[in-house]
Structure formats: C-alpha cells, structure tokens
C-alpha cells in the first residue's frame, strides 16, 4: 500500500483513525468479542480491574478496540466509566462470605478447610503448547464434556472458608481488624489529596497499573524497602453484590441480590520487632491488604505490599512515600503524560533552541577570545 502525503490538520487526523482501522483489520479477519471475553480472562480481569469497572464484555471490546494494549484498553473504559450514572451504592460486602474457587496460605501447611488450588499456572511447565496452533471448538468441546462429566457431579455447592488470620487474632499474634464504620473516601469523585486516608490508598492501589505496582513491591523486597512478607492467606472468587431495597434501606431481608463479581483477595504478614515497656522488643505481625477484580495475583501480593508500606511511612525509601507511589502506578495519568509528550511542542522547543544556538554562538566568540556579554 503506497503512502499518501497529506495535508492539513483535520484531514490528516481523518487519514490517520482511517490507517489505524486499516491495520487493525488489513489481514481480513476479525476477533470477536465474545471470544476475547472466553479466551483471554487474564487480560479482561486486568482491564477490568485498571479500570475499576467490572463488566467482562465492556473490558473485551476495550481490548478489541486497543488491538490488544492494556494501557489503551484501560483509557477507554474509564472513558466510558465515566459517563455511567450512579444509580446505587451496594451494601458492604464482607469477604468471609466469598464462594471460593482458589485458596492457599504460604504461611500454614494445614488450614481449617485445606489448601484449594483451583486454577493456576504454578505448577505448569512454561513451555510453549503448539497443539494450541490446532485447537478447535470442536476439539474444545468434547474435552469440555468429559471434564464436565468426571468433576462436576449435580450442582456445585457454595463454598465459603473461614479467614486463616483470624486464628492468629484469636492468639492475639496480630491485632484485630477495627471496624470504624467510617463512610469511604471515593477517589473516582474526588481528587487524591495528602495525607491521604487508607481508603484512598487502597482504591488507588487496586486501580494501578499491574506493572507499575508489581515493580515497585519487587523493590521493596529486594532492599529498597524494609519488608520481607509472606502470603497469609490468599483466595480466589466471587462475591455477591447486593443493594438496599429502594424504601427499607438498612432492612437485610429486604435488599437486592443483583449479581456477583469475581476477585482475588491477600493478607500478608510482615515479621515487624517492636519495642515495648523497659526496652523490651517482641516480634509481631503487621498486615498488608489486597484486593482486585478478576484473577489477578500477582498484583494483589504486591497491592498487600505497597499498603503495609504505606500505612508506615518512612522517608528512606522512596517506596513507602504515598505521593510518589500513588502519582505513580496509575495507568491513565502515567502513559497519558507520557504520550503527551508526542503532541506538538514546537513553541517551547524553539525556545529552548534558541537557547542553545545563543549558547554555543558565545562559546564559539570566548574559544576566538573575544569579549563574551553576561546576560
């Protein structure tokens, strides 16, 4: 295909949306959305949660529409968030109530109710799988049949856990959780500002950037922080969402069921030495909390790390300062500023063009030594 020149600010703008459609389709073939939403449930549950909009078809034709990137995917659907009213705020959702799919604790062999290890790729050789070059539905479905068959027997039923930390409270190892009933910041409504509380921190962390987050928990565990965490109790599943009935608010008989949502839940434990009475130090356990939408755990581990630093500030590491960290790791705000920079700057850089040929022109006169002015 031959380059046309174009001139012109609007119609070269129509050009380039018309190119970019070209090379999303110049194959001839299409992805389907639904088959996004099937097939690839790691990215729709990154996008989802980046977004902090939980709708699985939504977040497949962000990434239809991004070709792929996450970073686009997010700004779309954040654009979108945005113009979505408000109609409800759900009840509190309390996570014992989780029907768990994946539960396992790095920190205890047996726990009340056993290590679940659902779906995971931990224990899977990373090794290319090229009879998925032939996969087909048909194939897909016969093996969905059998496995059906041989693990499903009748309907699957509820399974909720206790919290593995909570035997720990119980031996007064950990403190408890206090429960101030304080009503939430919401970040989406308000902007950040410092101090900030821990809801904000938490919204912010759980909206990060999946990389961005993870690379900065990674720090911290390597020596640029002063963590060494293990996983408490990690878990995996859905929730349900339920809202006050629209004249009983507050009446629990009375409220809406409207549907579940999918999330990866970690308490991480941080050894801590603490100093008490008469110079006595005591090792205790200080807790990091993470949660986000989908199967995510990765960033959940390192949300659980980057909130234990935050709640214990310390000017030696940049990793526990909440503006650096929160400016940071959010998706939109970094790669837009980022991508601002490809804008037109053409009257601030020749400014500072002008600056450096004024520049180099009086070097060039003190090297022949003449007299060089100071401004």
Known sequence: MGYIAVKGGTHAIEESIKRLKYERIHHGQTIEVERIKAGMRGLVDQVMS?????????????????????????????????????????????????????RISASFKDIPGGQILGATTDYTHRLLDFTLMDETDVAVQEW????QKESFQGDEEQLTLP???DYLRKEGLIPPCENNNMEPDDVTRESLDFPSSRSQRLQILTRGETGAVTSLAYAVIRGYGALHPTVGELRVGTLPVTIDHPTDAG????????????VTEVEMLMPVTVEKEYGKKEMEFEIGYGLVFGQNETKAISMGILDNCLEHPTPDFPSHNEEFVLYHIDSVE?????????MPHYVTFQSKLDSVRKTKKEGTKNEEGQEVKSG
């Open 334 to 342: 970094s790669t837009g500023f980022i991508s601002h920079l490809k």
């Open 50 to 102: 980046e977004s902090s909009l939980y709708n699985e078809t939504l977040a497949a034709l962000a990434i239809k529409q991004a070709e792929g990137n996450p970073e686009e995917a997010v700004f779309l659907l954040r654009a979108y968030r945005s113009t979505v009213p408000r109609k409800h705020y759900s009840k509190v959702i309390e996570t014992e109530q989780m029907n768990v799919e994946r």
């Open 251 to 262: 009446d629990e008989d009375d409220a809406y069921y409207i549907g579940e949502v999918k």
């Open 163 to 165: 919290k593995v930390l």
């Open 144 to 147: 969905l049949h059998y496995y």
